[in-house]
Nanobody, 122 residues
Framework: VQLVESGGGSVQAGGSLTLSCAVSGNTNNRYCVGWFRQAQAKEREIVAR????????RYSDSVKGRSTISHDDAQKMGTLQMNDLRIEDTGAYFC?????????????????WGQGTQVTVS
């Protein structure tokens, strides 16, 4: 399973960005896609996840109300739309796939990762 992120960049506080994640390879019929953020010198944290058929989105408190996650199962393409960006949203953003059910809202169940895309808010 391979994942490729795109859409990062530099934006002023209060602005918006949409990150994309293309999934390829031999996924199960059901899998989760998660978005993660890693700020400099900090641990990687989950910010959102969704099941591959577009159900059960879940967000961390840090982005809830400002972000929307989506996934098109047929296209195997997902997005994370982020609004009202804050300086503390700065970091490398990764998408990852968890095959099967992913009850744990953390990086632990995710075995397949993209290379990441940088988001810088100033």
């Amino acid at each position: 399973v391979q994942l490729v992120e795109s859409g990062g960049g530099s934006v002023q506080a209060g602005g918006s960005l949409t990150l994309s994640c293309a999934v390829s390879g031999n996924t199960n019929n059901r899998y989760c896609v998660g978005w993660f953020r890693q700020a400099q010198a900090k641990e990687r944290e989950i910010v959102a996840r969704i099941y591959s058929r577009g159900g059960f989105p879940r967000y961390s408190d840090s982005v809830k109300g400002r972000s929307t996650i989506s996934h098109d199962d047929a296209q195997k393409m997902g997005t994370l739309q982020m609004n009202d960006l804050r300086i503390e949203d700065t970091g490398a953003y990764f998408c990852a796939a968890c095959l099967g059910r992913c009850y744990d809202f953390s990086p632990a169940p995710y075995k397949f990762w993209g290379q990441g895309t940088q988001v810088t808010v100033s």
